[in-house]
């Protein structure tokens, strides 16, 4: 949720800069007329509230003077201004909780470098690393890959859960593992704390990290207030919610490898074939809390490292930013690392690695003591992919697939598999 006075004092640049996202955002001018009115409200109390202390200091006066019966008439009008506070107050309180809601509905504030654009057509690629590999034979995609070296199940996978569920087996659930274990093993060396955190999470830990109520048809709803979570960023990200931190604790690290579960809500007919798109995937997540004057820094150390990950696996990848019309709700700036899929002949996302500034923890009341200022500040949070797991293994099927339809193991994984150099 956004800062309530950066709109206030600033709201035509502001909302500007949010429409920029290629929506109208109709909330912003709700925003507008329901702040206007707070303001009324707030000015016509503070008028009551003088009133009546000059009031009360005349009824003091007349009472010394022994004027009882002009103090008894001031009296009465103490008692009808106290009425009217009362009711104004009352109706302040609902406006207050208008303005709640119009603001969890207002996206994050695109920062300042972000480009300009209407959607994924208009993100700018930052570098590329590595080329896609020229196949001396007919290369298959990951799906038909998966079954004829018995990876997956499919079919009963369907029957046990629906579409959009995977059964991996064999080498194929081993490999899942395996860069489970990698992709940790690459985060904590680089300095991110390993978490294991449940997969049911409330409703206020979606609320915080912004994606209730705005994706709430984008979620697995267990019960009133349990769900399912989407990606570990939000468990990393609530793990401090409500807390007063240590500036010395700073900048804080966090990677988790979990399942996560998204229902894919609008994406019929997209990426049906193989394990690209699922209700159920896994995910090794990156969350980081820094000061706000070293989140920007810290972003791009969080892009290097999931870079990293794909350097030590010899997979060919780019970098592009987000423009503002393709940014998440929360995210104040967004980097898409992309892997090559021979399948698709394209480079398919596989991690997003985006700074939020303090938008999430404005939400979650995170707080830090700022020792120069001696003042409570709220923390910048970001997150990102240090990656996708299922479409890291896609990834690698179809990269290192040989013409037998084994598939190579890249050396950084050889080792998870008793130094075996292929599976199949």
């Known amino acids: 949720m956004l800062d309530i006075n950066i709109l206030r004092n600033n709201f035509n640049t502001v909302a500007k800069r949010i429409r920029d996202r290629n929506k109208e955002y109709p909330q912003l001018d709700q925003f507008k007329s329901t702040d206007d009115k707070w303001r009324k409200l707030t000015s016509a109390i503070q008028q009551l509230n003088s009133e009546r202390n000059t009031i009360s200091k005349d009824i003091s006066v007349l009472m010394k003077d022994k004027k009882e019966s002009e103090a008894q008439a001031l009296k009465v009008k103490v008692q009808n201004i106290k009425q009217k506070t009362a009711d104004l107050e009352k109706e302040i309180v609902d406006v207050e909780a208008q303005l709640e809601l119009i603001m969890r509905s207002i996206p994050n504030v695109p920062s300042a470098d972000v480009p300009i654009g209407k959607d994924e057509k208009d993100n700018p690629e930052i570098r590329k690393n590595g080329n896609p590999r020229v196949f001396q034979f007919k290369n298959l995609p990951h799906w038909d890959l998966a079954e004829k070296n018995d990876f997956v199940d499919f079919e009963r996978s369907v029957k046990l859960s629906g579409s959009r569920f995977t059964i991996y087996r064999g080498n194929g659930a081993k490999l899942i593992r395996a860069l489970q274990w990698f992709t940790l093993d690459m985060n904590t060396k680089a300095g991110f704390l390993e978490m294991l955190p449940p997969v049911v999470i409330n409703d206020q830990a979606l609320l915080g990290t912004g994606t209730l109520p705005k994706f709430e048809e984008d979620v697995f709803k267990l019960n009133t ?36 579960f998204r229902s894919e809500a609008g994406s019929a007919g997209k990426d049906t074939r193989g394990v690209i798109r699922q209700h159920q995937f896994y995910k090794t997540e990156m969350v980081m809390i820094t000061k706000p004057e070293d989140s920007y820094a810290s972003l791009e150390k969080m892009v290097s490292q999931a870079e990293s990950i794909l350097k030590t696996l010899e997979l060919p990848y780019r970098v592009i930013l987000l423009c503002t019309g393709d940014q998440g709700f929360a995210s104040a700036k967004t980097y898409d690392i992309e892997v090559w899929l021979p399948s698709y002949n394209a480079y398919k996302e596989i991690s997003s690695c985006s700074n939020c500034e303090d938008f999430q923890a404005r939400n979650l009341k995170i707080r830090y003591r700022d020792t120069k200022k001696d003042e409570l500040v709220f923390p910048h949070t970001l997150n990102g992919s240090g990656l996708a797991i299922d479409r890291l293994w896609a990834a690698i099927v179809e990269n290192y697939q040989q013409s037998d339809g084994s598939i190579q193991l890249p050396q950084a994984l050889r080792k998870y598999f008793d130094n075996a150099e292929f599976i199949k």
């Open 225 to 260: 207030n349990q769900y399912l979570s989407p990606t570990a960023e939000v468990q990393l990200t609530c793990f401090y919610r409500n807390e007063i931190l240590n500036e010395k604790q700073l900048p804080l690290c966090f990677t988790a490898s979990t399942a996560c």
